[in-house]
């Protein structure tokens, strides 16, 4: 037997990887699955470099193209909600703004709506006939209708509120439930679920009336039981959520699922979210639940309120649930730390892959395992973060690493137990990698999330510098060769961290980051025109702390050489930010490098954009990192 070669000493941080920026930047982004009502034809949405393009498969046979001129993406905020299938038909949003239509069989998309505004969120009537959809053209947005075959005009269905999501059709056609909110609100702040009886043709709202939520309780995910008897949504309740039925015969509601330890739903950034699913015969759901960085998949009957567990082993992370109207089967996209995005199949018994992101060809030698590490704040909240230590069987080091401290975006997004390839690129070359799920961050209870409500850029950099010492308390990594990294929200805390802390970080690594809160106010997108009013405060009493923690107005205390990457069609994070930050550091000659990419937008999808957004970064972190005193 031929033993094992053992590993060869070598500097962290230079170990030779197979996990190459081409590798990498290949991937596909999985966004979305849902079925037909054939019970057996999927239909998913991939990211391939900066375009979308809907895939088709019925089992057994092999997935087909839908889409190829068009690119497919929902256009209201970040995305979401990009597609919907039904009777063999997909309504799809383009990147034009436009939605279009096609059958499954052999077929062209055809544009249903004209070439104006962003369409998101459409929805089929149970007859075929009509599509519900949301629409905005930057400033006012609404629920549209129009007839399933584009020929005639949309007509506005409701409008008043600021925002609207995920409008759903009662299955005899003669309801509509939608979720919608005003600002100051972001939606996981306070929102309202609203229930509609429909009649005519075209179908107009004959009368509404509010189910749930309000200015401080958000809602999420409105459906309809297959049955038609029930009405179900999720709503916060405290630090949780609880999924709610109300019965639309006797207007009673029930309880059938509360939070306890656990979320039941996840901030809606995006359009089209998905935590549950009715059973074809309505007898129960399946639903999902998050505690701390993982998800689960459960079961819950109406008739007892018996809940189960689903074993999915080896995925750690689920999203987008979608069941088959046929029969108890599930699909749904899963990940873990050693295993790419997939599209997966469940039929009850088996799980099976339909599709991968990834070729998946990194030995599992180089994917590291995440350890969850806390630590405490200054105000005493344990803090959360996944730990990413060196991993290359070819190699070891010799005494502690390096470590990138990576912060999330958002802010209120987090970092989970999912594969992260970015993560494992510098793994394999030696580094430590530590993700943040600082105070602000979702999974821990509402508490946690709002601790960062008028104290942004104070809790968030309080928790960054102490992950960074946390790391060095705990001997995992060299505190004199910490990185800090974000993008985005990360990203402004990257910028303030080097501002208040000088010397603790190495080097930073800026993608995308807030630099200036009054100019971000005025010039970011609708769906954030008032974001500020929660993190920061409103203008102009909180004046002094927009300029306290404005990064643009204190960069010349910048000292520690920083990477900043930017895209130039921006419209949440505009280039002016970046800029602003480029200028004080030529000015003061700070070693820095700025990276413009014509054609991205706030975080990089073309994949010669994310490969050389690694090269550029593993450069800059060898010269002024691993090679500087």
């Known amino acids: 037997m031929t033993k094992p070669t053992p590993p060869e000493h070598k500097p962290y941080g230079i170990w030779d990887s197979p996990i190459s920026p081409a590798l990498l930047s290949q991937s596909y982004r999985l966004d979305d699955v849902q079925w037909d009502s054939d019970g057996s034809t999927l239909v998913w949405l991939e990211g391939r470099s900066d375009r979308g393009v809907l895939v088709a498969k019925s089992h057994p046979e092999a997935g087909r193209d839908l889409t190829v001129e068009q690119s497919v993406r929902g256009g209201i905020g970040y995305g979401g909600g990009d597609f919907v299938v039904a009777a063999g038909v997909v309504v799809f949003s383009g990147r034009d703004g436009r939605l279009y239509r096609r059958r499954l069989d052999a077929d062209q998309p055809q544009p249903i709506t004209p070439p104006f505004g962003a369409a998101a969120s459409a929805a089929i009537s149970p007859d075929g006939d009509w599509v519900v959809y949301v629409f905005s053209d930057g400033s ?39 979720v919608e909110w005003h600002h100051p609100n972001m939606p ?176 599992a030698g180089y994917l590291p395992a995440p350890q969850p590490i806390t630590w405490k704040a200054p105000d005493g909240v ?81 928790d960054a510098v102490g992950a960074a010492r946390a ?17 985005s929200a990360g990203g402004y805390t990257v910028l303030n961290a080097l501002i208040r802390h000088p010397g603790l970080f190495k080097a930073g690594i800026c993608r995308f980051g807030v630099s200036n809160l009054f100019t971000l106010a005025i010039d970011t997108h609708k769906f954030e025109a008032h974001y500020n009013d929660s993190l920061v405060g409103t203008l102009p009493e909180a004046a002094a702390r927009y300029h306290a923690w404005s990064p643009a107005y204190h960069a010349d205390r910048i000292r520690d050489p920083v990477a900043i990457f930017q895209g130039s069609d921006d419209r949440v994070v505009p280039p002016a930010q970046s800029e602003e930050i480029v200028r004080a550091l030529t000015k003061n000659a700070v070693p820095h490098l700025y990276r413009l990419y014509e054609g991205e937008g706030h975080g990089f999808r073309k994949s010669e954009t994310r490969a050389d957004f690694l090269i550029q970064t593993e450069r800059f972190l060898q010269q002024y990192v691993l090679f500087s005193p």
Do not use: C
């Open 471 to 487: 790391l060095a308390d705990q001997g995992l990594a060299d505190a004199k060769r910490l990185v800090i990294s974000g993008g």
């Open 188 to 363: 996981w702040d306070g929102a309202r679920l609203i229930l509609a009886d429909i009649d005519g043709n075209p179908p107009r709202l004959v009368s509404q009336t509010v189910v749930a939520g309000d200015d401080d309780q958000a809602v999420w995910q409105p459906q309809f039981s297959p049955d038609g008897r029930w009405l179900s949504y999720i709503v916060t309740h405290g630090d949780w959520e609880r999924l709610v039925l109300q019965d639309l015969l006797s207007g009673e509601q029930r309880t059938l699922i509360e939070g306890d330890g656990f979320h039941l739903a996840r901030p809606a950034w995006i359009q089209g979210m998905r935590f549950y699913v009715w059973s074809p015969g309505s007898q129960k759901l399946y639903y999902l639940r998050y505690r701390h960085e993982n998800a689960s998949l459960w079961q819950v009957w109406l008739e007892n309120g018996a809940t189960s567990r689903i074993d999915v082993a080896p995925y750690t992370w689920i999203s987008q649930l979608s069941i088959s109207p046929t029969a108890d089967q599930l699909a749904f996209i899963a990940s873990a730390p050693s295993i790419p995005d997939r599209v997966i199949r469940w039929d009850g018994k088996t799980l099976q892959v339909e599709a991968r992101s990834e070729p998946e060809m990194i030995p």
């Open 140 to 178: 006012t947005d609404l629920l549209a209708l129009v007839d399933s075959l584009g020929s005639q005009w949309p007509l506005q269905l409701a409008r008043g509120a600021n925002f609207y999501m995920q409008p759903v059709w009662h299955p005899a056609g003669k309801k509509i439930a939608w």
């Open 382 to 462: 344990t803090v959360h973060g996944l730990f990413y230590p060196p991993s290359n069987p070819a190699f070891s080091g010799e005494g502690l690493p390096p470590a990138i401290i990576n912060l999330h975006g958002g802010p209120t997004s987090q970092a989970t137990s999912r594969y992260n390839g970015e993560a494992v690129f510098f793994t394999s070359r030696g580094y430590a990698w530590l993700e943040v799920n600082y105070r602000g961050s979702s999974g821990y209870g509402r508490s946690y999330q709002n601790a960062l409500r008028q104290r942004w850029g104070e809790v968030d950099v309080e």
